[in-house]
């Protein structure tokens, strides 16, 4: 097995920050996408990491993101509120979504914001763990450029819209479910194919409808939902909520990420938070939360099964050891983000392993 050289998550985020602002981006937008990827990062996630930077980049340099852009709030009640996030970064206007829907959580229970006119927002676990510091359970939905087919179809319709719920417990690890509709991110084949690697098979299909393990083939097919029709629906309805309910485009009208470098991606989000406080008393939810993880912790693991594990946990575990020990890059992400400081002007920074 490989060794992959590892580098400090700081020096990263200060890296990154640094392309950012020489191409224009505000300090504290730029410092909070690239926020955004380290994070990503440091969680395993490496899909939605470091590894988007050169998409990211180019996208601001064609004029196709406004990284000045301000959201606008253009519908407002007590509970809920719409969104337009006037095309600037999907980071940007995802953050102050949440941070709204959190205040209106605070203020009157429940907080759900709707955005439209947005970008691609990175890892959606990010903006619902915002809502556990606050004692609130975090909730984020986003729709995606076409790249899965709908069950029983070959053509892709609809994204690998993700879903993510934050949840609080008392005295042990939060509940963090962040997951895309299809069997595997996009990313994660988009990785492969960098990497110049095969992909199990039943990921995706090759443009003429075949299961296929070649990632380039996948990439030019569509990714196959979890769970078959009812990952397909949950897909659909995610699209319901984000793209038709917001008034952002949806299906195969948002602009893919990659393949549309001339258009915009007009992409819908929507975001979530909830008081346990209006239910009954907030420490004793989280205690009955921690109760439901003990006992499921304390479940016999099935055969073959070393520990059986909440959703989020193999990510902090991740997450403590990366920190620790430093986040590894592929040397495919390494060229990129090294081409980059040597255009912007920004050093490489110095690896911390192996």
Request: aromatic content about 6%; glycine content about 12%; overall charge negative.
């Amino acid at each position: 097995m490989k060794s992959l050289k590892r580098y400090g998550a700081s020096d990263l985020l200060d890296f990154c920050t640094g392309i950012l602002t020489r191409l224009g981006v505000g300090e504290e937008a730029a410092r909070l996408l690239s926020d955004t990827l380290v994070q990503a990062n440091l969680r395993g996630v490496d899909s939605h990491g470091v590894t988007r930077m050169g998409i990211y980049v180019e996208r601001i340099r064609r004029g196709l993101v406004d990284p000045g852009g301000e959201p606008e709030i253009i519908r407002d009640t007590p509970a809920v509120a719409l969104m337009d996030a006037r095309n600037t970064l999907g980071q940007v206007a995802s953050y102050r979504a949440m941070r709204l829907a959190i205040e209106k959580a605070k203020a009157v229970g429940t907080g759900m914001v709707g955005v439209r006119g947005s970008n691609h927002f990175g890892a959606a676990a990010y903006y619902t763990m915002c809502a556990l510091k606050e004692d609130l359970i975090g909730i984020a939905l986003s729709n995606a450029p076409a790249t899965m087919a709908p069950w029983g179809a070959r053509a892709p319709y609809m994204g690998t819209n993700p879903l993510s719920v934050a949840v609080p417990a008392k005295g042990r690890l939060p509940i963090v479910f962040d997951m895309a509709t299809s069997i595997v991110a996009r990313g994660k084949i988009i990785l492969a194919a960098q990497k110049g690697e095969s992909i199990p098979e039943g990921w995706a299909m090759d443009a003429e409808g075949r299961i296929t393990t070649d990632a380039e083939k996948a990439l030019e097919g569509a990714v196959l939902p979890f769970g078959g029709a009812k990952g397909s629906a949950i897909a659909i309805l995610i699209d319901v909520f984000a793209g038709i309910l917001t008034g952002a485009a949806f299906g195969p009208h948002i602009g893919d990420l990659y393949r549309n470098l001339e258009g915009r991606q007009n992409l819908g989000h929507v975001f979530a938070a909830v008081d346990p406080g209006v239910f009954g008393d907030t420490d004793e939810f989280k205690n009955r939360i921690a109760q439901m993880i003990d006992e499921i912790k304390g479940l016999p693991p099935a055969y073959g099964v070393e520990e059986v594990l909440l959703p989020g946990e193999i990510e902090f575990r991740t997450a403590e050891r990366r920190r620790r020990e430093g986040i590894p890059l592929e040397p495919e992400v390494e060229e990129m983000l090294l081409g980059l400081g040597r255009e912007f002007g920004v050093p490489w920074i110095t690896p911390v392993g192996p």
